[in-house]
């Protein structure tokens, strides 16, 4: 089990070699930018390739009219602020303080993973490939959710950008990918399973917000709900899914600010427990 550690890039480590340091530079960065370029490309352009049906990543959204077609603009302003705080979290890896270079390799392995992946599920999307485009988010959503419980008190420059953003994105995208691989316009059974499973986002961030009093999936998870809510209101205003998915963003942010202002003041404290001890390396940077 030793030796399956040390050639495991997933294990938990507390140190990494200047060699592991590198790779991860290196791997980061490119594996970033190709999830970055292939995500803004497919925004503007069609695939050309193939002989499936091809569209850009929101006329896929807009053409499919599910319960979960999100508004462009706010799914664009989710990736933007995802990306921003991405690139970061990838400077932390060249700081010239060893502990923060530490912290941002010990979750590198999962970060590479998931940049893949993405790249790997839009790729497949545009293409209309709804069942490998669901795989590949299924996977990611399991190599995501250990990130998340393994380092759940990592610095919040690093737990925002790479587990809990890329997480919310992940779970909800799961509805979003499926939602059209059963779409059909006149399925009443998916628009009531719609009503319902909606739900399970409140029930997600609800546990995060209570279990880890995370507020950083409290705001993602509320801006995603929007997206949906908007978009939702502007194809039907008579119909229920824009009213719980407002609802369900109200709840959202009103539980994120009641977390997030005493952490911001330092009247509280994110992720740790009361059976935690207080070490003050391994607790969140909330007052970086």
């Known amino acids: 089990m030793a ?14 070699s200047s060699g592991s340091i590198l790779t991860y530079k290196l791997l980061t960065l490119l594996t970033w930018l190709l999830s970055v370029v292939v995500s803004i490309f497919y925004v503007l352009n069609d695939p050309k390739d193939g002989h499936t049906i091809r569209r850009r990543i929101w006329d896929q959204n807009n053409m499919f009219r599910t319960a979960f077609t999100m508004n462009p603009v706010l799914g664009d302003i989710y990736w933007v602020i995802l990306f921003i705080l991405q690139f970061g979290y990838i400077t932390h890896l060249f700081s010239r303080t060893q502990d923060t270079v530490n912290h941002a390799a010990s979750v590198g392995s999962h970060f590479i993973a998931n940049n893949l992946l993405h790249f790997a599920f839009v790729m497949l999307f545009v293409r209309s490939h709804f069942i490998w485009a669901e795989i590949m988010l299924i996977i990611n959503f399991f190599n995501l959710s250990v990130l998340y419980f393994r380092h759940n008190t990592s610095p919040r420059f690093i737990h925002a950008p790479v587990a809990s953003g890329p ?27 719609g009503n319902i499973f909606i739900w399970s986002i ?21 801006l995603l709900a929007a997206a949906i809510g908007v978009a939702q209101f502007e194809h039907q205003v008579i119909a229920l899914q824009w009213i719980f998915a407002f609802v369900i963003m109200a709840i959202l942010f009103l539980a994120t600010v009641t977390i997030a202002v005493p952490a911001w003041t330092g009247r509280g404290q994110l992720w740790r427990r009361s059976d935690q001890p207080a070490d003050a390396e391994r607790a969140p940077l909330l007052n970086e």
């Open 167 to 193: 997480l919310a994105w992940t779970f909800v995208a799961i509805y979003w990918n499926g939602a059209f691989m059963v779409y059909h316009p006149h399925n009443l059974v998916a628009r009531i399973f």
């Open 3 to 16: 030796n399956w550690n040390a050639y495991n890039p997933f294990s938990h480590r507390e140190s990494h």
């Open 202 to 222: 409140l029930a997600y961030g609800g546990f995060f917000i209570v279990a880890f009093k995370d507020y950083t999936m409290g705001f993602w998870l509320s």
